[in-house]
């Protein structure tokens, strides 16, 4: 994974999911924040867990497949990894997909 998605994706959750990372951090730094964080608010704030998947928008259907397929902890670090992805495929997504804007629009359009 690139650097800065890398970055963008932590610092999304950072502030979406509430970890806490390091000024420099590794795609595993990341991935072990964010299994404490799910691992967390799996046993005391499920509703919240739900919510976090819902922002990030990871399949249900790949969520339950690795509940029923894995053992703690991988679980949580399955579930974290499943998160970055999809939270990173979003960043590229946006950025692929920006569009410039119209330097000659008037201020009307550009609503």
Do not use: C
């Not at 679980?75 to 000659?104: C, G, N």
């Amino acid at each position: 994974m690139e650097q800065k998605y890398l970055e963008a994706t932590g610092s999304w959750l950072q502030e979406n999911a509430g970890i806490q990372l390091p000024s420099a951090f590794s795609l595993e730094d990341l991935e072990q924040a964010l299994a404490a964080q799910i691992e967390m608010l799996v046993e005391r704030d499920f509703q919240q867990f739900v919510l976090l998947l819902y922002q990030v928008d990871v399949s249900e259907r790949k969520v339950k497949d690795i509940l029923a397929s894995q053992n703690y902890p991988d679980v949580y670090r399955s579930i974290a990894r499943l998160i970055i992805d999809r939270q990173t495929e979003k960043i590229i997504s946006r950025e692929t997909y920006r569009q410039p804007p119209d330097p000659h629009a008037s201020e009307e359009e550009k609503w």
